[in-house]
């Protein structure tokens, strides 16, 4: 027990090196600047036919659950104004985050824990060049940028296909489009540009600590990247559940 409590410390503590690395590390523009761009390819557009589907299939179903849900005399227009709360507020920043943990979380890692284990960053600090500064804080840069911008276009794929859905089931665009503008604040969209910034940091940074810190050999590299994908999920999920108690009351 006393070495369980010890271990989690001693994580935290890790962390918080690593967190002081990045901070020292963001002082060299010219070592991850060149590097930025690339990782916003990676993250963002190779990711967008995947970030894609799941919004699809997302806004369909709960266009077309709200519809069967509605007692007798409810409004239509009801539909729209639950599919846009549902993807705007919760689904879309949080599926989003969890599929690019999948997708962009555990390649971080993976390269990361490669160079680790053929001693390729250890080149790199012999060659007089910061590790982090090279390889983590560009790829926390695209992710904190990226995250948002891919979740901007996952809500607005799954309102369309909400709203696709619905025409199948009664409920006319004209009808989707009046509940999409009940009660909307612009502070809903601020709201989940926020958890997205927030998720696309922790996926940066979870992952990449897994995999700066792998253990050597193939095995070591598999279990980071299980652990960051883990980790990842996890953290997002207590984000996502901190930022609803914290700014929920704001959104009436």
């Not at 809500?155 to 309102?159: K, N, T």
């Not at 922790?202 to 979870?206: E, K, P, R, T, Y």
């Given at each position: 027990?006393?070495?369980?409590?010890?271990?989690?410390?001693?994580?935290?503590?890790?962390?918080?090196?690593?967190?002081?690395?990045i901070g020292r590390a963001t002082m060299s523009p010219r070592t991850y600047g060149p590097e930025i761009v690339a990782h916003m390819r990676r993250?963002?557009?190779?990711s967008v036919p995947l970030v894609a589907a799941v919004a699809a299939f997302i806004g369909a179903v709960t266009a077309?659950?709200?519809r069967f849900q509605l007692l007798p005399g409810v409004e239509l227009s009801v539909v729209g104004l639950i599919t846009r709360q549902s993807i705007i507020l919760e689904l879309g920043p949080l599926l989003t985050g969890l599929v690019l943990t999948g997708r962009v979380g555990a390649r971080i890692t993976a390269e990361l824990g490669t160079m680790r284990v053929t001693e390729q960053i250890d080149a790199l600090e012999t060659l007089a060049y910061d590790p982090v500064a090279f390889l983590v804080v560009p790829r926390l840069i695209a992710a904190i940028l990226m995250v948002p911008l891919l979740t901007i276009f996952a809500?607005?794929?799954?309102?369309m296909a909400g709203m696709m859905a619905a025409s199948t089931v009664g409920v006319d665009n004209?009808?989707?489009?009046e509940g999409l503008r009940l009660s909307f604040a612009p502070f809903q969209i601020f709201y989940s540009l926020l958890k997205a910034t927030?998720?696309?940091t922790?996926?940066?940074?979870?992952c990449a600590f897994e995999g700066f810190f792998a253990e050597s050999g193939a095995e070591g590299v598999g279990r980071s990247?299980?652990?960051a994908v883990v980790v990842t999920s996890v953290a997002i999920l207590m984000l996502d559940a901190l930022t609803a108690i914290v700014l929920a009351r704001y959104l009436i």
């Open positions: 027990m006393i070495e369980a409590v010890a271990n989690v410390f001693a994580g935290i503590g890790e962390r918080g090196y690593f967190v002081r690395d993250m963002g557009v190779d077309v659950q709200s809500d607005s794929i799954a309102i004209s009808t989707f489009a927030l998720f696309g922790a996926i940066a940074f979870f990247t299980a652990s």
